[in-house]
């Protein structure tokens, strides 16, 4: 794997709130709940175009897609309460398990063993 150095104390890995994106939210009365569903190229961080992130003072900074996107994940895991994952490989051999879309917190659905954000500790 490529190392990549970034000379900076902090990076925004979203223009602006307005731009953050997801594969679906659902809104209910009270609560808003989002959903990334993970494909097989997260987990092998198979992308390597570049993308951009920014600098605290709004400054371009090109890296691998796959960095960018693990950066947003990251993000959104820690900030969002209503925060789903969905894991390819789960998904594909267990989707009759989800039981409740609306279930509160912050959920990831993946096989054992696998990387899983929760498992960071983040």
């Known amino acids: 794997m490529r190392q990549i ?4 104390e902090r990076v925004v890995v979203f223009e602006s ?4 994106s997801f ?12 959903f990334e569903f ?17 600098d ?6 090109l890296v691998p897609r796959y960095l960018q996107r693990l950066l947003k994940d990251i993000w959104r895991w820690k900030n969002l309460s209503n925060y789903k994952i969905v894991w390819a490989d789960w998904f594909n051999s267990s989707s009759n ?3 409740d ?6 959920i990831e659905y993946g096989l054992k063993d696998t990387f899983q954000f929760k498992n960071l500790g983040i």
């Open 5 to 8: 150095k970034l000379n900076h």
């Open 17 to 20: 709130e307005s731009k953050i």
């Open 23 to 34: 594969d679906f939210t659902i809104k209910t009365n009270s609560d808003l709940f989002f």
């Open 38 to 54: 993970h494909e097989d190229q997260h987990k092998e961080l198979k992308v390597n175009r570049q993308s951009k992130i920014f």
């Open 56 to 61: 605290i003072h709004g400054n371009e900074i």
């Open 97 to 99: 398990l989800i039981l």
């Open 101 to 106: 879309l609306l279930e509160k917190g912050r």
